[in-house]
């Protein structure tokens, strides 16, 4: 095989049938993905969670994770988030023309690795290569089907009383990136949360507790999802500011650059809302998975205030927590 | 609304949340989709076909399509090769920091346009923006579920005898990208033939005709999909030349280019194999439709030659139809 890729490798033809039997095939392998026909044919539950994701990281490789590895545990959270049991994937790739072929192995590789932790499968894909300069070396779409076995889960369920927790620290996603583009020393020291959530998930749901809602944090962290809650439940949110696992590292970056951790993204968290007198149950539960074990109970949903989401300090003051809005953060997942 | 795409737009906060509310759900309004949870939720067949394409044409708006018909049309295609009906779609915007407005809406009208000849609809998405330069001006990605109705479609199926069709004259859409982008002067006369072939896929099905293979012949073209079939059914396949549809423009641009048509891609046509006394059935069925009205038989699957294409002349002689290899046209699709 050629070192780079070419922009044969995206024509169509022959050496197109190549890139995917003697590349892609070696690592996603399995019967309903060789057949290589138009659409793969599936057998599923009737009801089921879809969703899609593109993923257009820089850089591709990073501390905890690589694009690879986050197109796969990206979308399974996703289905993951809705209560279903992560099946089937689609992965498109757009690849630049020149791009080593080493590093998509790794890519690939990582996304093979990352698929075994919940035994969802790539069964569909298309590979395009375009020109050198028509796109920033990788990009890759993954779109996944889930069987719902929890249904009703929804971000317009929350009441006044409810409870909020979340599965760890906050911020690691983000703080991870930028650190890491900006060249900031600390760098060595913060690694992105990426991971597939669907095992703990999974623990949640076999232990019965009832779960309302469920997201995870990516894109403008945990501030996006508290606050679009708010408005689509049209309730307030009362959160207790220190009760948030914030790590060290990831806070003194922020106070470095001026930013909150809670606007920053996650990829490997997710916050849970559940009725009251299940939160120790579902913490309880949280803590055992090695993916929750810096879980907590960090505030609950209130009648007043609706439409916002407050932070209550430790010494009682009360200021709101802005959604996020304005550039952010390009290019972080 | 700002007349450009700014990063904002890509955060993941309240300026995604707009365009997603004013422009995307503007035109792909639906229950479903407006839930705007993790995943949509669906309730399907329990057999279903699942397919992605994505798209990175260039030029974005061209003679009979654009960007957003052509990733409608494209994953229908798909779906309906398998002998299902396109229900649910994915898609997912990666947009470069300042394309405009307008344009965006452009594409995403006529997305909407080109789903109403279907029924199928957009269920689910995602938008990202990425800094100018990181990619050339859009990218889409759809991700497409369909029911299927017509089982046991597949590229191994061809047997000694089998008869193939085409739904119409090939290389309209290579041809017409590639006139556009050389600036050649035909270009006026070549359009796309860009379309969603499921209301011709459903009269086939409907006829009761049996369907042994059938694929759009997208990259690679009218080449691509034979030889495959060729290989994957370890047959042989006869074409008689002169009964392939080609329009004297498109025929006209080849011999100026030194290309053969049946190596550009179509975006609106379909190849089909029927057991031998079945093709006046099909033909007449294809004929009726508007999809199809150039429709024609072409040849047959023989058992010798196996695993290769041949090319039989008006006069009698025989030459193999290699299969597409090499740089063939990039981002035509
Ligand atoms: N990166 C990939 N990983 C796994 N499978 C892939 C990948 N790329 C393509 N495939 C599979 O290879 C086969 C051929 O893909 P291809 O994209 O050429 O088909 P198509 O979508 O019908 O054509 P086009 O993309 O030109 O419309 C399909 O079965 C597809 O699922
Ligand atoms: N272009 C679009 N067209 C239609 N719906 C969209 C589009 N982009 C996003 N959406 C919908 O808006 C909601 C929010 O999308 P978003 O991508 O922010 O969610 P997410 O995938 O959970 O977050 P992230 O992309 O940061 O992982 C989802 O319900 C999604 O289906
Ligand atoms: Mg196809
Ligand atoms: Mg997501
Ligand atoms: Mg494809
Ligand atoms: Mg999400
Ligand atoms: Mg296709
Ligand atoms: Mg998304």
Redesign the pocket.
């Known amino acids: 095989m050629e070192n780079r890729i070419l922009l044969s490798h995206g024509g169509g033809g022959e050496e197109t049938q190549k890139l995917i039997k003697n590349l892609f095939f070696k690592y996603f392998s399995n019967p309903i993905l060789e057949k290589m026909e138009d659409a793969a044919v599936l057998n599923t539950n009737s009801k089921i969670a879809f ?1 899609t ?1 593109s993923f257009t990281i820089s850089p591709i490789f990073f501390k905890g994770g690589d694009i690879g590895k986050l197109s796969i545990a ?1 979308t399974v959270n ?1 289905i993951a988030m809705m209560g279903a049991k992560p099946r089937f994937l689609s992965c498109s790739f757009i690849i630049e023309e020149g791009f080593p072929f080493e590093d998509l192995e790794k890519i690939v590789k990582s996304m093979s690795e990352e698929m075994k932790k919940t035994e969802v499968k790539i069964v569909t894909g298309d590979t395009k290569v375009v020109p050198k300069g028509s796109v920033d070396k990788i990009f890759i779409n993954t779109t996944g089907i889930g069987e719902i076995i929890y249904d009703g889960i929804s971000a317009s369920n929350l009441e006044e009383g409810d409870i909020i927790l979340v599965s760890g620290s906050i911020g690691d996603h983000g703080a991870c990136i930028m650190a890491q583009r900006e060249d900031i020393e600390m760098e060595s020291e913060i690694s992105s949360d990426c991971a597939s959530l669907w095992p703990l998930v999974k623990d949640l749901i076999n232990s019965g507790v009832k779960i309302k809602a469920m ?2 944090p ?3 962290g945990l501030s996006a999802v508290l606050n679009e809650w708010a408005n689509q439940s049209k309730i307030g949110i009362e959160i207790e500011e220190e009760k948030i696992p914030i790590k060290d590292e990831v806070q003194g970056l922020c106070e470095l650059l001026g930013l909150e951790a809670y606007t920053l ?1 996650n990829e490997g968290k997710l916050v849970l809302v559940v009725p009251k007198g299940e939160e120790e149950k579902a913490l309880d539960i949280m803590l055992k998975s090695p993916l929750g074990k810096d879980s907590q109970i960090i505030g609950k949903v209130i009648s007043d205030y609706k439409g916002k989401v407050i932070l209550k300090s430790s010494y009682g003051t009360r200021r709101i927590m802005e959604p996020p809005a304005g550039e952010l953060l390009p290019r972080i ?1």
């Open positions: 969703t994701d990206g996703d997201r995870d990516t894109r403008g993204a997942c």
